[in-house]
């Protein structure tokens, strides 16, 4: 019988905590730079001139078939040899931001594809300009109808956070690493640390799914 | 045959040899049209006559290939976002399909333009939706979504949220079309106001009774002209063109 | 000091890119098998098997993939079995895609029309024969774009097992990184390598994406 000596590992709780304060510090930056990020393409791609159409598309494509680990590790393991030096935290949070603007993108465009033409017509009819027919009438039903996807993506790029522990980045996992490294219950450290995870992932949903309606959209 | 009057340069919407295309289709095919201010004029003709396209020509919805519009001495120029801008803060519009902002409330639909164009303050745009929702008879419907609306109610509000901007014409684009029988008269009700009040008026329309009691001027077209135009009682009872003929027996059938 | 050009970069990154796709595979084959057992289950609605399953899912799809590897590879050594990073990491991403992939089915399932069940079953099909003949083939033909999109998010998946040790394109790139001292190059050749096994996939999904709407 395997003997699992779980106590040892709620014990360094404060470690554990500051993980997660971290780990929830990363999503919110990111969920909101790369959310707005997302928007600034996807109004690139459906209003913009060819050449930003063309970088934005090469961009999107690019973050979306090249996995995190990899974009992450160009930030902060590459960019040094062309002499730009970036802390684990800095690199996280534009590998994060980068790669949640790119799915973001996609999925904005996609909701304000299916804007019905009677509603920018009405709004064009009543004066409003290009970027408040963009800002006030297209874009909040869009973020409403995209919004489940939105929120999965984000829970998906908060869920692959763990990997910046990998550049010593003080979130959830390295807090995880650390504990197993020191009372060598790597075990139970990982299942901890995985339960916390599916525990923020939840709760995570239940915000965003109340905050959208609330504060973004409307109804 | 057409008979078009000779333009009169003070007319608040002047619409000279114009023409458009879809592709290699040629939907409007010479238009003049003059309309003078507070004029209510009626747009009759069969589908596909080019009736829609050519209102939505007048707020810039369309753009058109050759000829010249212009609305209160302004010349319209598509390329100009300002230019149009202006435009259609002069220039109102209601669809077949009302098309209200599903994600704001009924008083929200209306101030949005109000606030967001003309810059006014909360108060001054809250009071103005107030007053012109219960213009249209809606008065307790200021919190309410648009999907909790009938689709008269709709329409009306959609009247009200076009009138918010002080337009000095007022385009309706077969706004009855797309209701159930017993919601139209409500919203004919509230257009007739609108003429009364001395607002100009271009009318879409299949409502033919309505048509003839409330206008100034008929304007038949077919095939992407206009055919006939004078007094509702001229065209009903004194049709010239054979087209024009067929097409009041159509309706009476 | 050696001087290594980028084709030598390359030459290496290739060599171990034959790891990536065999793993991507296994991983894709072992999950679509199980996943395949998993929607069955849940459609013949064995007992518990829609909880199950849930759960199953949700646990999945609600944990980073790095845990999962971590725990795959921690896990089973502590049963005595001495895991090696190649196993750990197929394990874990055949579990990963199978709940991925029974999810993404079970979608498809769903998107059948009721009707459809019902008219079979007034033609006295039994459940076998009503997946086989009538359901499957239709829910087929739904499947087939997010499945073939989800490959690459499984391709992309096998550059975490690096973490654990295997040896597949994430890990090479950082060992010739620590040779040639050119992490630049390296890392941009590491994403291109990437990009040129999934932009492929992901085109071809859009295509069959597509294909199945009749416009866009």
């Known amino acids: ?71 992450l590790f160009f930030l902060f393991f590459g960019l040094p040899g062309i002499g730009v030096r970036l802390s684990p935290e800095t690199a996280s949070v534009l590998a994060m931001v980068v790669n949640l603007g790119a799915y973001a993108a ?27 027919v963009f800002t006030r009438v297209v874009l909040p039903p869009a973020l409403k109808r995209v919004w489940p996807a939105l929120v999965s993506q984000i829970i998906i790029v908060m869920l692959g956070s763990a990997v910046c522990g990998q550049i010593s980045t003080p979130e959830l996992s390295y807090a995880a690493n650390l504990i197993q490294s020191r009372n060598f219950r790597a075990f139970e450290s990982f299942i901890v640390a995985t339960l916390i995870y599916l525990a923020l992932a939840m709760a995570l949903r239940r915000l965003l799914n109340w905050a959208g309606p609330r504060f973004i959209f409307g109804k | 045959m057409a008979t078009a009057e000779s333009p009169i340069p003070t007319g608040i919407v002047e619409i000279q040899g114009l023409r458009k295309r879809f592709g290699t289709n040629e939907v409007l095919k010479g238009i003049d049209l003059s309309v003078k201010r507070g004029e209510v004029i009626a747009i009759i003709g069969k589908s596909g006559s080019g009736k829609s396209t050519l209102l939505r020509c007048i707020n810039g919805l369309e753009v058109f290939n050759e000829g010249t519009l212009s609305v209160d001495g302004n010349p319209l120029l598509h390329g100009n976002a300002n230019a149009m801008r202006t435009l259609r803060q002069h220039v109102g519009m209601i669809f077949q399909g009302f098309n209200l902002f599903p994600h704001l409330s009924v008083g929200r639909n209306v101030m949005l333009a109000p606030t967001l164009v003309k810059k006014r303050h909360a108060d001054q745009t809250v009071a103005q939706a107030k007053k012109l929702l219960a213009r249209v008879g809606l008065a307790e419907k200021f919190d309410a ?4 609306l009938s689709g008269g109610q709709q329409q009306r509000v959609a009247i009200a949220r076009a009138l918010a901007m002080e337009p000095a014409v007022l385009l309706c684009d077969e706004i009855t079309s797309a209701l159930d029988p017993e919601l139209v008269g409500e919203v004919l009700r509230v257009v007739e106001s609108l003429a009364e009040e001395g607002m100009t008026l271009l009318m879409v329309t299949h409502e033919m009774s309505f048509a003839r009691k409330v206008s100034d001027r008929l304007v038949f077209m077919h095939a992407g002209r206009i055919h006939e135009v004078g007094p509702p009682e001229q065209l009903f009872g004194a049709p010239q063109t054979a087209e024009l003929k067929q097409f009041l027996s159509s309706i009476n059938d | 000091m050696v001087d290594f050009s980028i084709w030598d970069i ?30 069955i289950a849940r459609i013949a609605k064995l007992r518990f098997a829609d909880q199950l399953v849930g759960g199953y899912v949700q646990l999945f799809q609600g944990t980073p993939l790095l845990m999962q590897l971590f725990l795959a590879y921690f896990g089973l050594s502590l ?70 999109g989800f490959l690459v998010q499984v391709i992309k998946g096998t550059a975490l097992a690096s973490v654990i040790g295997f040896i597949e394109l994430t890990k090479a790139g950082t060992m010739i990184t620590n040779a040639t001292f050119r992490p630049f190059t390296v890392y941009a050749c590491l994403a291109l390598m990437y990009f040129a096994l999934c932009y492929p996939i992901s085109a071809w999904s859009k295509s069959l994406e597509s294909k199945l709407h009749g416009h866009r």
């Open chain 3, 79 to 148: 049963f005595g079995i001495n895991v090696s990073p190649w196993v750990a990491a197929a394990l874990a991403l055949t579990l990963y895609t199978s709940a991925f992939l029974t999810e993404i089915w079970r979608g498809c399932v769903a998107a059948v029309h009721k009707g459809q069940w019902e008219a079979s079953a007034a033609l006295a099909l039994n459940l076998r024969e009503q997946l086989r003949y009538v359901i499957g083939p239709q829910a087929l033909r739904v499947a087939v774009p997010p499945t073939v």
């Open chain 3, 10 to 39: 390359f030459r290496n990154l290739l060599l171990a890119a034959r790891w990536t796709v065999l793993l991507s595979l296994i991983a894709f084959i072992g999950g679509g098998l199980v996943g395949l057992a998993l929607l």
């Open chain 1, 106 to 132: 996609e999925i904005v465009r996609a909701g304000i594809a299916t804007t019905p033409k009677g509603q920018i017509e009405a709004a064009q009819s009543l004066a409003l300009s290009e970027m408040q």
């Open chain 2, 145 to 148: 979504q648009p999907d909790q």
């Open chain 1, 1 to 71: 019988m395997i003997a699992f000596d779980f106590p040892a590992v709620l014990a360094e709780w404060p470690l554990l905590a500051k993980g997660v304060a971290a780990t929830l510090a990363l999503t919110a930056v990111s969920a909101s730079v790369g959310v707005t990020l997302g928007v600034a393409c996807a109004w690139a791609r459906l209003h913009g001139a060819v050449w930003l159409k063309a970088i934005v598309g090469a961009y999107v494509e690019l973050i979306r078939n090249t996995p995190f680990i990899v974009q």
